[in-house]
């Protein structure tokens, strides 16, 4: 099932890197998985949850 919007209910996204990101800004990031790891604990079989490290274009 896609998501649509109509004309008013439109929302305008602008392109941010992840340094950029607050929590009033609607935007897209354009990100890497530099790395994912799951934590598993030692009685158990599933993980319990899964972390993502993102990375963006920008250099230090």
């Not at 996204?13 to 030692?42: C, D, F, G, N």
């Not at 599933?46 to 490290?53: G, R, S, T």
């Amino acid at each position: 099932m896609a998501l649509t919007l109509s004309d008013k209910d439109s929302i305008a996204l602008i392109h941010a890197r992840l340094s950029q990101l607050k929590p009033s800004l609607k935007a897209y990031v354009i990100a890497r998985v530099a790395r994912k790891w799951e934590t598993i604990l030692p009685t158990q079989t599933q993980p319990i949850n899964a972390d993502l490290l993102l990375v963006d274009d920008m250099v230090c």
